[in-house]
T-cell receptor
């Protein structure tokens, strides 16, 4: 099974970039890296995903190392509304191993 | 816009009651899921369904059942609610397996308290 490990918590100053790391050293070649976040009292929200290449959308950027054993989610200009638990998931197109771990609790500080 | 709705945000039931949690999605997704979320335990999969009238057990199905009579609706049933089923319940849906990428879309959650 591909498992991911993330730091339990991180702080970031408002307006600065938040860089959230994730290790997935046993990821398989057909597994994507997905990032979700969960704001307090809401359901998880999809952020971004990638397979090999770096990806960017309106919410964030995803940097995947060449060996695919780790990745970093970047929120370029964190705001207080980005305070949430961020989940990194490694899973294939069939949902195999689509498991939410404990995630990283990001606190954006004013 | 993608939408998953759940019938209630907050629910209080008594021990032994039969409880129905309803979930509806408007994205024509094949797959639907029920999770529960508890502090320190993360999200745990209860049941999922990959087609109408089909269901599969997740990691913690005991004490729960599900029903999927229509593609857009997936119901979670607590036959006889117990206090240890007090939790946040989250419904999700996703498109067919094998469709890239495999994303799940979540509802807002139902916080169930069993007294």
């Amino acid at each position: 099974d591909a498992k991911t490990t993330q730091p339990p918590s991180m702080d970031c100053a408002e307006g600065r970039a938040a860089n959230l790391p994730c290790n997935h050293s046993t990821i398989s070649g057909n597994e994507y890296v997905y990032w979700y976040r969960q704001i307090h009292s809401q359901g998880p929200q999809y952020i971004i995903h990638g397979l090999k290449n770096n990806e960017t959308n309106e919410m964030a950027s995803l940097i995947i190392t060449e060996d695919r054993k780790s990745s970093t989610l970047i929120l370029p200009h964190a705001t207080l509304r980005d305070t949430a638990v961020y989940y990194c998931i490694a899973a294939d197109n069939y949902g195999q191993n689509f498991v939410f771990g404990p995630g990283t609790r990001l606190s954006v500080l004013p | 816009d993608v939408k998953v709705t759940q019938s209630s945000r907050y629910l209080v039931k008594r021990t032994g009651e039969k409880v129905f949690l309803e979930c509806v999605q408007d994205m024509d997704h094949e797959n639907m899921f029920w999770y529960r979320q508890d502090p320190g335990l993360g999200l745990r999969l209860i049941y999922f369904s990959y087609d109408v009238k089909m269901k599969e057990k997740g990691d913690i199905p005991e004490g729960y059942s599900v029903s999927r009579e229509k593609k857009e609706r997936f119901s979670l049933i607590l036959e006889s609610a117990s206090t240890n089923q007090t939790s946040m319940y989250l419904c999700a849906s996703s498109p067919s397996k094998g469709v890239s990428p495999y994303e799940q879309y979540f509802g807002p959650g139902t916080r169930l308290t069993v007294t």
